[in-house]
């Protein structure tokens, strides 16, 4: 058993990075065996603009829950590689609104088999451990809006730390 492992709770969030990482890693890898030029972290965006297109970068922002320079930066790599275009709001032609490309539109369906490929070894994996991780991560999402890591750990904590809410 490696050190991260025997650190238990305490490297709880570690532990999910380091599986966040190998998932990502594992993604990268495919598309890479399928010869498409496409990172993992570009999919919640693309997916987005392929459903709800056109929409702006705030629209995007508060649709995926980035930063609003995370979501820039993904668009601007989008845009430089084609996948995305800029495109005028019809009813303000100030605002700028991304959509997908021909070229986007065109690898959409290689993508989109991938995606359903990788939605059945998530689900076989699900059930290959018995757990819907998916479904515990919400119930994990749920009870940190409740109450957040800052405010549970200052409450187990000696001394006492006040949580400040500004």
Known sequence: MNFINQLGVLAFGTRLRLLTDK??????KVYQAQNIDFEPRWFAMFYLLY???????????????YTQPAVTQIANILIKKRLVKITKDRNDSRRKML???????????????LWEGFSSAIEELFIEINCNLLYEMEKVEIALQRKDM????????????SVSTE
Do not use: C, H, M, Q
């Not at 998932?23 to 990268?28: E, L």
């Not at 959509?99 to 088999?113: F, R, V």
């Open 23 to 28: 998932f990502i890693n594992d993604a990268v």
């Open 51 to 65: 459903t709800k297109s056109p929409l702006s970068i705030s629209e995007i922002t508060t649709e995926l829950g």
């Open 99 to 113: 959509t997908l490309s021909s070229k986007g539109l065109e690898l959409l369906p290689k993508l989109k088999n």
């Open 150 to 161: 800052l405010t549970r750990v200052s409450e187990n904590i000696t001394p006492k730390v």
